[in-house]
């Protein structure tokens, strides 16, 4: 591949390396000119471009890294189309991701041209969630080292989901007169969230005093008909021959460990009566922050077998966050929620409306200009952000720039251009991360088109971001089904700040391995309105 600078008479053919914008139009990277597109760079006063001019054994950008995701599509992954040399591979249905890390390091060994970048082995996924990304750097590469990394993927998959086995749970808590009836019962509610993933659920719970016959009763009872079984103590394990492993060998079984190198997570006991495991949960899986429960539970769910050497090697990368709504043991001088987080909001409202229709003048419709209830819809999102109460607001625009703006007249508001809309999302986000202050703990996310989001939805989303201390993500839901808005941690901001392409803010979720609280605002949290029938639909008329 040859790249530099050329004349436009010498540029036919070749592809543009950067992109152009000029009045209305913009001529994006890895376009490829042709007599319209110099045409129109000769008409805007440029001479030169900088382009990219493929050899005969090169392959452009998309269709390498399309190829390298159709080797990588099974088992469990799909890939999303390319775009900008990018495929992004997502989870095909819940289970715990696995890699073989050798062969993705000699993967990417091959040429600095050719990347690919997971999540870490043994998350959990969901459904559509983004386990890797395959990047092309440059606009095109050598079909040799293309067929060097193809090589490499051939026979056993180097990514994999393994799917969740649904098992019936037995679970025993034990009891002293210092634990309310209320924390137990929360606990229950809490395991049977971590097993909904999996189609997983408590067949059968029983409480029993804090005494290690009684619990190795209730864990016979329970091997009955029960395919795992959770053995949450009302005190904590101290010792290898307290309540919970004495009640597994009591019971005829055996004990794997006693503690793991994962903090929360520390108190694990890991056991086995037959085939069925048993675990002795630590206190701090009465929390749904993530800590070593979840790891070793997510393994078994999903078909394998942790044994004690396996628990040893999870101690790099094992100390995982705080868990915001109890002291730190870790960190002393400081009051926990003595600081109140501060959220600033950003609405995104650059996208070009591309899904509405066009009108019988040729025109497409606006849909941010749609009035309900005789307020644009832009208008409206604004004001329920702004009725909110969170902090400072910030519209980022981008398509028909100067109406949106009209529409926000009189509104204290910070209006944030953006130039690249047309890249997609990823810019949006950016433009919005770079406006906020550097004082803003999270950045609450709004889509513009979501008519029905209320002023105390966007509330009671950031009553839950404090009561998490400000490290959670909190994201809107309808039920089981995500939503949005959201609100994003500043330790997600790093990452915001690297995203490119038509990428929103779930492969951040994804990735950030924090936790993630789900808060049910109803139908609103699902209702945008892409197209002309849906503004239609949801009581708009459309204006412009």
């Not at 004349?7 to 152009?20: K, Q, T």
């Not at 040399?85 to 073989?100: H, I, P, Q, Y």
């Not at 400081?334 to 070009?352: C, D, S």
């Not at 201390?469 to 500043?490: D, E, T, Y």
Request: aromatic share 2%; proline share 5%.
């Amino acid at each position: 591949m040859k790249f530099g600078p050329v004349g436009l008479d010498e540029a036919r053919g070749a592809v543009l390396a950067h992109s152009v914008k000029a009045g209305a139009r913009r001529l994006r990277k890895g376009t490829v000119l042709g007599e319209d597109e110099i045409a129109f760079l000769g008409g805007s006063g440029l001479r030169e471009v900088i382009v990219a001019r493929l050899d005969a054994g090169d392959v452009g950008e998309d269709a390498a890294a399309t190829r390298l995701g159709e080797a990588m599509v099974e088992p469990g992954l799909t890939a999303e189309p390319a775009s900008t040399g990018r495929v992004n591979l997502l989870a095909r249905w819940n289970g715990l991701f696995r890699v073989d890390r050798d062969r993705i390091d000699a993967f990417n060994r091959i040429d600095t041209a050719i990347t690919l970048a997971t999540v870490p082995d043994f998350t959990t996924l969901l459904a559509g969630e983004m386990a890797a990304t395959i990047k092309i750097i440059p606009l095109a590469v050598a079909e040799s080292r293309l067929s060097e990394a193809l090589a490499l993927l051939e026979g056993d998959a180097v990514l994999r989901v393994k799917p969740f086995e649904p098992r019936a749970v037995g679970l025993v808590a034990t009891e002293l007169p210092s634990l309310k009836t209320s924390v137990m019962d929360k606990t229950a509610r809490l395991l049977a969230q971590r097993l909904a993933a999996s189609g997983s659920h408590i067949k059968t719970e029983r409480r029993v005093p804090h005494d290690a016959k009684a619990v190795a009763d209730a864990i016979l009872t329970l091997a009955e008909d029960c395919e795992i079984i959770v053995v949450f103590g009302a005190s904590a394990v101290v010792d290898e021959q307290d309540v919970i492993p004495a009640a597994i060998e009591i019971a005829g079984g055996t004990v794997e460990r006693v503690g793991m190198p994962v903090d929360p997570g520390n108190l694990l006991v890991l056991g086995r009566l037959g085939k069925i495991p048993v675990i002795g949960a630590p206190g701090c899986a009465r929390s749904p922050k993530e800590n070593g429960f979840d790891w070793v539970l997510a393994r078994i769910l999903a078909g394998e077998a942790p044994t004690s050497d396996v628990i040893v090697g999870m101690g790099v990368g094992g100390l995982l966050a705080e868990i915001p709504s109890r002291p730190s043991p870790r960190r002393t001088g400081e009051t926990p929620g003595a600081l109140k987080p501060v959220l600033e909001t950003v609405i995104l409202a650059a996208g070009r409306s591309s899904r509405m229709q066009k009108g019988a003048s040729g025109d497409a419709p606006h849909k941010l200009l749609a009035e309900f209830d005789g307020v644009s819809l832009i208008r409206r999102t604004v004001e329920t952000a702004l009725a909110a109460g969170l902090g400072k607001v910030h519209v980022v625009t981008g398509y028909r720039a100067a109406e949106i703006e009209a529409a926000l007249t009189g509104l204290e508001v910070n209006l944030v251009h953006c130039p690249d809309y047309q890249d997609g999302m990823a810019s949006s986000l950016r433009a919005g991360l770079a406006a906020l202050s550097d004082k803003t703990s999270g950045m609450l996310v709004m889509l513009a088109d979501m008519p029905f989001v209320r002023a105390d939805d966007l509330r009671l989303l950031a009553k839950n971001f404090g009561d998490a201390g400000g490290q959670s993500v909190v994201r809107a839901a309808s039920g089981k089904k995500r939503g949005n808005p959201l609100i994003l941690p500043k330790s997600t901001f790093t990452a915001i700040g690297q995203l490119e392409g038509d990428i929103g803010a779930r492969s951040i979720v994804v990735s950030s391995g924090l936790d993630v609280i789900d808060v049910d605002i109803g139908d609103a949290a699902l209702i945008d309105v892409d197209t002309r029938e849906a503004v239609t639909e949801a009581g708009g008329v459309l204006k412009g």
